[in-house]
């Protein structure tokens, strides 16, 4: 019978038909189908056999009027099996057209179209186009289902955040659950038992019940596994129960009264808790938040009413215009102590120090325990070296006992974040290796040194030690001779330069072979006889004695100005260097450690005023009194380097002209 469809083609079929797995294996290796089988992880010999022979087999039988064009059940399969690997419709259809394309150059690479060209495409174009209409036919079919999915998906999501928003605004602890599964709660339930979402509940308790305890009702003993059969009961005998529930956040057992309802026009039915604590089971207020704000061991308030009580602190400090330090006491061997003598032993450690931080501590003072080791005091100060000196007859007091402490102290911007301002703290406590650590730059620093009568031990075969007194930071070096050793303090002969700048509680720095680099304070002076005392002997860890590049004090008041991308800020140089310069600003608007920025300062040498402008890098930023210390390391040309180091070797000049006149 002769083949009304495709004439041209039935004659082609059978070699068509014969090689069927040689065409779908070219047509898998098009150029563009295998990267759209490499990207979305499909084996192209697996989609071979699945798909593109029994599409071919298919295409047969359609020539040979044994299958209706265009309603292929493979193709059918192979698009949805497409779109759900997440291809693209325009990926899909050439994938299909790449058949095509592959049959027609079969054809005639085999010579089986010759003068019949025109009539055999055309019978091509009109199989193919049958079914490229069943492919949009699976397309549109497709993406109605996957609307219409995602429309009920979203209805859900909406009603399920309009539900969300309204039980969050009730305090009463509230459930929902459908098919025994717990799939919403509110923000006040999820407090008391210390979670913050439902993939945490089920973590914590597996069958996302077991949160209640000693459940008592008029029914049946509760099942928890058959939690729909027993809500279901509740719901429908309108009695409440009740349930015993741990309040993390207390850290107390609290009953409940319970009530099952259902959520109206639920489908699947979706069941409603409502918790309510019971007020006769409740300790009274008072007794509450005293628990949650105190320390049960030592009685100082505890880290979240510490953290609380930073943020009043601030406020009122901005108001009043006041400066705040917050100081870090650490017991760095506790852990020991509590492996190695038991956790009592470790507690009447931690008890001792809240004790001795109590008794030094004033009214102004806020103190905590902070965690483990840890105890934090805020405290207003009036100057940083009061301060620090505060913190260090506090590291005396505590260091009185056997275990070692470490005390640490920063100020603060009032406007800083409590959360980086306690990450600060704890960074510098982490830090602290001697008995003080402080990031404050205009003080004192010391440590305790060994006992007194130890450290005199070291001058008593010493006749001659050299010492330094600094003026606008040029050292009067001196050789000064040991005159006598007393019980607190050393006399020694002042030289003419060193008595010209001396005062009473001037630092002397000197350093000792067995102590390393020392610092004390001037006792007395006694001019007629060039004599002076030294005492209050601390350990230095910044040392000017280390300093490796002579510094010198700029003039008084020499303006400079930085410029960044957030703008020109104005300042006054502190002092500098050959590389440095360091000066206060009286704010860091947008200034960062690490930031590029430009440099402009009019230096006057020999009564020529001279621009000095240069880049260069942010290397530190410090809190001080007068606002942020910031110094820099200066990016020289050969022209600027010149210019710095002839303004050092002038001001080094002025300052000993100074010094002379004195």
């Not at 319970?258 to 069941?271: A, H, K």
């Not at 008593?460 to 050292?475: A, G, H, M, V």
């Not at 240069?614 to 910031?630: D, L, P, S, W, Y």
């Not at 380097?641 to 002025?654: G, P, T, V």
Request: proline content about 2%; charged content about 25%; overall charge neutral.
């Amino acid at each position: 019978m002769q083949n009304q469809l495709a004439p041209n083609l039935f004659t082609m079929v059978d070699k068509i038909e014969l090689n069927n797995k040689l065409i779908a294996s070219q047509w898998v290796k098009i150029r563009n189908i295998n990267l759209i089988f490499h990207t979305h992880k499909i084996s192209p010999q697996k989609f071979r056999d699945k798909f593109a022979i029994p599409i071919i087999e298919f295409f047969c039988a359609v020539i040979r009027e044994k299958k209706s064009a265009g309603d292929c059940p493979i193709m059918t399969k192979f698009v949805h099996f497409m779109l759900e690997k997440g291809i693209s419709p325009k990926d899909v259809f050439d994938i299909c057209m790449g058949l095509r394309r592959t049959i027609i150059s079969y054809l005639f690479k085999e010579k089986l179209i010759q003068g019949n060209a025109l009539e055999t495409m055309d019978e091509m174009a009109t199989l193919f186009d049958a079914n490229l209409s069943g492919v949009l036919n699976v397309f549109t079919t497709f993406y109605k289902e996957q609307q219409k999915n995602i429309e009920v998906s979203e209805s859900q999501q909406k009603k399920y955040n309009q539900i969300l928003k309204i039980i969050n605004f009730i305090n009463t602890k509230i459930v929902i659950v459908q098919n025994s599964r717990i799939i919403m709660c509110n923000k006040s339930f999820f407090e008391i038992i210390a979670i913050k979402n439902i993939q945490e509940l089920y973590k914590r308790y597996e069958d996302g019940f077991s949160f209640m305890t000693n459940i008592n009702c008029d029914e049946k003993e509760c099942d928890l596994k058959k939690v729909d059969k027993w809500l279901s009961q509740l719901n429908n005998s309108k009695k409440p129960f009740t349930t015993d529930i741990y309040h993390q956040k207390y850290g107390k057992v609290f009953t409940y009264s319970g009530r099952v309802t259902i959520l109206p026009d639920s489908n699947p039915i979706q069941y409603i808790i409502t918790l309510n604590n019971i007020a006769s089971h409740l300790d009274k207020e008072e007794e509450l938040q005293e628990k949650l704000s105190h320390d049960k061991l030592t009685g100082l308030y505890s880290y979240a009413k510490f953290e609380h009580l930073i943020g009043e602190a601030q406020r009122i400090a901005l108001n009043e215009g006041t400066n705040l330090a917050l100081s870090i006491v650490d017991i760095p061997k506790l852990k020991e102590i509590n492996e190695n003598q038991g956790y009592d032993a470790g507690d009447r450690v931690i008890i001792e120090v809240a004790e001795d931080i109590r008794s030094h501590a004033d009214d102004s003072m806020i103190l905590a325990h902070l965690e483990g080791s840890r105890f934090g005091i805020l405290m207003p100060y009036e100057s940083e070296q009061a301060c620090y000196d505060w913190c260090h007859t506090l590291s005396v007091q505590l260091n009185t006992k056997t275990e070692r402490k470490t005390v640490s102290v920063t100020g603060f911007d009032l406007t800083e974040k409590i959360n980086r301002l306690l990450m600060r703290a704890y960074d510098l406590a982490d830090m602290a290796r001697t008995a003080v650590h402080t990031d404050f730059e205009n003080i004192d620093l010391y440590d305790i040194l060994p006992e007194q009568d130890i450290f005199i031990e070291q001058f008593k075969d010493i006749d001659k030690i050299d010492t330094s007194l600094y003026f606008k930071s040029l050292p009067i070096l001196s050789e000064n001779k040991l005159i006598s050793i007393n019980q607190d303090d050393i006399a020694l002969s002042i030289s003419n330069k060193q008595l010209a700048i001396a005062h009473i509680d001037d630092t002397v720095y000197l350093r000792l072979t067995s102590l390393g680099a020392v610092q004390a304070k001037i006792g007395t002076i006694d001019p007629k006889n060039k004599i002076f005392t030294i005492h209050k002997f601390r350990f230095d860890e910044h040392s000017p004695l280390d300093r490796k590049k002579f510094r010198i004090e700029a003039k008084e008041n020499l303006p400079i100005k930085v410029v960044s991308s957030g703008g020109a800020l104005n300042g006054i140089v502190l002092n500098f260097n050959q590389d440095h310069i360091a000066l206060v600003l009286k704010n860091k608007k947008r200034l960062h450690v690490g930031d590029l920025v430009s440099v402009i300062v009019f230096f006057e040498i020999e009564n020529l005023v001279k621009p000095f402008n240069t880049h260069a890098n942010i290397e530190r930023i410090e809190k001080v009194k007068e606002g942020f210390k910031i110094v820099l390391a200066c990016n020289f040309d050969t022209v600027n380097k010149k210019l710095l180091s002839d303004y050092l070797a002038h001001r080094q000049r002025e300052v000993i002209q100074e010094l002379q006149n004195i």
